[in-house]
């Protein structure tokens, strides 16, 4: 056992060698994991086996209580700094780099030295101890007299060996270098953090920073940071060393990660400055930021006559880039409406220069950001673009906020116009502009914008009729599991709505072959078709020229015959194929099973819509207002005009079985009642909801709110809604009575002779659900060849399991 502790030890951080410090893994990811997890076990198995270097500490321990303070054997000092700023042609002053250079050559009696140039990582500075080549401690620079000691967390630093790697390795050795985040991996975390409704990072540093500094290793672990050494303060046994360059060849070879191709040793000042420059402007393109460069001298020795003034070294100095922070105004603040129906803030900006750019737009990322940072109308901001991460608002400039006399009131002169002035801290004046709400209907189509509860993003409502959204929209509509129609494919899609051919689904259904003709030929000798080969992407033939559109039309006759095919969809295909927003595959089943037809669907009330199974408030609210929108409804009698008919289906999930009046009573909007209490308001109005609406007896409360107009509809809506359903006794329907109807299936392995949506399909169709996990909620287990794990939790929690028959004969 320990032999293979050992030996998966090593591969593994061969593994995670050749993945994350060489880019060039060497096994699949899933050959990584089962190994990993072999070890896993192993470990768990025999722990006085486990080595110091074993891998599976990469992924966290149990939280701290609070860090540890260390004292750095070797202080971990600064850098002076130096910049040449640049004129308006671009060329740059280099004179405090001249003078650098000069205070070089004068100490060390005239010499001209060789000089290493490096980046400037602008991450946090980490110290690693290595003790016979094993990590045993790493330290942040704290005040660079004494740090924290963070080794619990950089030890889930991928591209950290853990054990030195080759053969000739110092028996001490502390490494400096610096932890940062990828700026892909940085845009990662801020979008997740957007989705979880979780406070953004500023910047990699912040990010790096709040990720390293953490009690909890297991969060440092999940957010990806990355080291890049730099030097080695202490160096016991091994190589002897001479330069700078010799330090760095070193740490490569012990299995650092160096930053390859950006760093260089140079015979003098001028061709150092050379790849300053070059630096700066390859600066974007890098996959981490700098904020400058670092220029060393080479030699150990020289090194040491130079020494050092104060806390900073002689013979370095940190070379930075111009300052990428400008002030400039907010113009205004519009909206922009993404493929996906996302709608995000976007200041309008004086154009301003910065970080190697223009700015003119900057994204707020949503209304709460917006409000967090109070960006409004004339403000001026700081704007920050580093490197090519997006230019952000880092502030507003609040002194400098356009204000106006506040309401005559505080003012008994009144200045009727509100006239702008110096802004000054005074009592009656108040800010010109009101803090920024979102509008409440999108720029584009006029569509409500929704915003959820607990959700940063708001989004148009409009889908296929805002033109932001309508390729999304239509490659939906056309997808596999929803309208399913064949030869259509995405490219085709963007080129259609592109060149305005198709804006309602019903187009679809009126496309010819001359439209389809023209569409190929106008995306061919256009530049902006998104295809990168468009003459190949939408031909069915090889290019052969002029000729080639003369040619055959099959794969316009493909297309129209997949979308002929599509007219006559399943229900629930066609409602998820609308869009509706929360309305995925299983919701639409779920619907159609309930309502049977789309007419019932379209006049579902809400509250009803709310007690189904898996539908909650909120997707019952999508549901109930995309229906109520006039345009959606003309969409839809325009899709059947053109002959599309989704086919009715039996009910199998009848409403009188889970939406009793207490149920629906209890979803009304903007009345809470508890389900108890509206079992006594159904009984006060005489078990009717022609009760519910006249009864002056029942409690004022109910009066108020059922006397206003729109609850006062919604109640009729209801009555005469439940009046034409069926109920399930007159449903005449035998699935209704199934033995499946109501009970949760899981299915695993494969079965004789269904395949899994066969069967999925055939137990939704008796009213049964089907369920990806089993639990004790679960009431059969259906189990074919090769069940594994969900057999036996099956067997375990003695649920009743059925093979292929059993499920048929259940099903009848
Ligand atoms: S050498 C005595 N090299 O800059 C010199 N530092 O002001 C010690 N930094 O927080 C530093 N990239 O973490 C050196 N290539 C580089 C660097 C670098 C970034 C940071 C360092 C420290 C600060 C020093």
């Known amino acids: 056992m320990k032999q293979r502790i050992d030996e998966l030890t090593a591969q593994l951080n061969r593994y995670a060698y050749e993945y994350y410090t060489l880019d060039a893994p060497s096994v699949p990811d899933a050959e990584y994991d089962r190994l990993f997890r072999e070890l896993e076990a192993l470990e768990a198995a025999y722990p006085e086996y486990r080595l110091p270097d074993s891998p599976t500490q990469r992924v966290g321990g149990e939280p701290l209580p609070e860090f540890q303070s260390v004292r750095h054997r070797i202080p971990m000092l600064s850098l002076s700094n130096a910049f040449s700023p640049q004129n308006e042609d671009g060329v740059f002053d280099h004179s405090e780099m001249l003078a650098f250079d000069e205070r070089v050559r004068n100490g060390l009696g005239g010499e001209t030295p060789e000089y290493v140039i490096e980046p400037k990582f602008d991450g946090l500075a980490i110290s690693l101890t290595y003790e016979n080549g094993l990590l045993v401690q790493a330290a942040t620079r704290g005040d660079g007299v004494s740090g924290e000691d963070v080794t619990r967390n950089v030890k889930t630093i991928a591209n950290i060996p853990l054990r030195l790697h080759g053969g000739d390795v110092p028996e001490f050795l502390e490494v400096r270098?610096?932890?940062?985040?990828?700026?892909?991996?940085?845009?990662?975390?801020?979008?997740?953090?957007?989705?979880?409704?979780?406070?953004?990072?500023?910047?990699?540093?912040?990010?790096?920073?709040?990720?390293?500094?953490?009690?909890?290793?297991?969060?440092?672990?999940?957010?990806?940071?990355?080291?890049?050494?730099?030097?080695?303060?202490?160096?016991?046994?091994?190589?002897?060393?001479?330069?700078?360059?010799?330090?760095?060849?070193?740490?490569?070879?012990?299995?650092?990660?160096?930053?390859?191709?950006?760093?260089?040793?140079?015979?003098?000042?001028?061709?150092?400055?050379?790849?300053?420059?070059?630096?700066?402007?390859?600066?974007?393109?890098?996959?981490?930021?700098?904020?400058?460069m670092v220029i060393k001298v080479n030699s150990l020795a020289q090194q040491e006559t130079l020494g050092f003034i104060s806390r900073a070294p002689r013979w370095a100095v940190a070379h930075k880039f111009p300052a990428e922070e400008a002030l400039t105004q907010v113009e205004a603040i519009d909206v922009q409406v993404g493929r996906t129906g996302a709608v995000t803030p976007v200041a309008r900006l004086k154009p301003v220069f910065v970080g190697g750019v223009t700015v003119t737009n900057v994204t707020l990322h949503n209304e709460g950001e917006a409000q967090r940072k109070d960006v409004r109308v004339g403000d001026t901001v700081v704007v920050r673009r580093a490197g090519d991460v997006i230019p952000e608002i880092v502030r507003v400039v609040f002194e400098r906020r356009p204000m106006k006399h506040a309401a005559t009131q505080s003012n008994p002169q009144g200045d009727l116009f509100g006239a702008i002035t110096e802004a000054r801290p005074s009592e009656n004046q108040v800010p010109l502009h009101p803090q920024y709400r979102l509008p409440d209907t999108c720029p584009i189509c006029s569509s409500d914008i929704e915003k959820e509860e607990g959700e940063a993003v708001a989004r148009c409502s409009g889908g296929m009729l805002c033109a932001a959204q309508r390729a999304q929209s239509l490659i939906h509509f056309a997808s596999r599991k929803a309208m399913d129609i064949d030869g259509l494919g995405d490219k085709q899609i963007e080129a259609l709505v592109a060149q305005n051919l198709v804006q309602h689904f019903a187009d679809l259904y009126r496309l010819d072959i001359p439209t389809l003709q023209k569409m190929k030929e106008n995306a061919e000798s256009s530049e902006t078709m998104p295809s990168e080969n468009p003459a190949t992407a939408l031909s069915d033939e090889a290019p052969t020229g002029k000729t080639a559109k003369k040619q055959p039309v099959k794969w316009a006759q493909n297309i129209l015959e997949g979308i002929e095919n599509s007219r006559r969809p399943e229900l629930a295909r066609f409602l998820f194929a609308l869009g509706i927003r929360h309305v995925g595959e299983r919701t639409a089943k779920s619907l159609a099973q309930a309502f049977g037809s789309l007419e019932t669907v379209r006049l579902a009330p809400e509250p009803l819509l709310a007690c189904l199974p898996d539908i909650g408030n909120i997707v019952a609210r999508s549901i109930a207002h995309f229906f109520a929108q006039s345009e959606q409804q003309r969409q839809i009698d325009e899709l059947l005009a053109a002959g599309v008919t989704p086919q009715t289906q039996a009910i199998t999930l009848p409403l009188a079985r889970y939406a009793a009046p207490e149920k629906w009573l209890a979803r009304l909007p903007g009345f809470k009642i508890s389900e108890t209490k509206a079992t006594a308001l159904w009984e006060l109005s005489g078990q009717s909801v022609s009760g519910l609406l006249t009864d002056k007896a029942l409690p004022a409360e109910w009066q108020n709110w059922r006397n206003q107009a729109e609850n006062h509809r919604l109640l009729q809506n209801i009555e005469q809604f439940l009046a034409a359903m069926p109920s399930e006794n007159d449903s005449g329907n035998t699935a209704a009575e199934s033995p499946a109807a109501g009970k949760t299936f899981v299915l695993t392995g494969t079965l004789p002779t269904l395949k899994r949506d066969q069967a999925q399909a055939?137990?939704?169709?008796?009213?049964?659900?089907?369920?990806?996990?089993?639990?004790?909620?679960?009431?059969?287990?259906?189990?074919?060849?090769?069940?594994?794990?969900?057999?036996?939790?099956?067997?375990a929690l003695g649920i009743t399991v059925l093979d292929e028959n059993a499920l048929l004969a259940l099903l009848g």
Do not use: C, W
Request: hydrophobic share 40%; no cysteine.
């Open 762 to 795: 055939m137990i939704e169709a008796a009213g049964g659900k089907v369920s990806g996990s089993v639990s004790k909620k679960t009431d059969f287990l259906v189990a074919g060849e090769a069940a594994g794990s969900k057999l036996e939790k099956a067997n």
């Open 177 to 292: 270098g610096e932890v940062l985040m990828l700026k892909a991996d940085f845009i990662r975390l801020n979008e997740f953090q957007t989705v979880n409704n979780q406070k953004l990072f500023a910047n990699p540093r912040n990010a790096a920073a709040g990720s390293l500094r953490q009690l909890d290793s297991k969060i440092t672990a999940k957010r990806r940071l990355h080291f890049f050494a730099y030097s080695i303060a202490e160096q016991q046994g091994g190589k002897t060393l001479h330069t700078h360059f010799d330090e760095l060849v070193l740490l490569k070879t012990l299995g650092f990660s160096l930053p390859d191709g950006n760093y260089n040793v140079f015979p003098n000042i001028g061709s150092v400055l050379a790849f300053y420059e070059a630096m700066q402007h390859k600066r974007p393109s890098l996959l981490y930021e700098i904020d400058g």
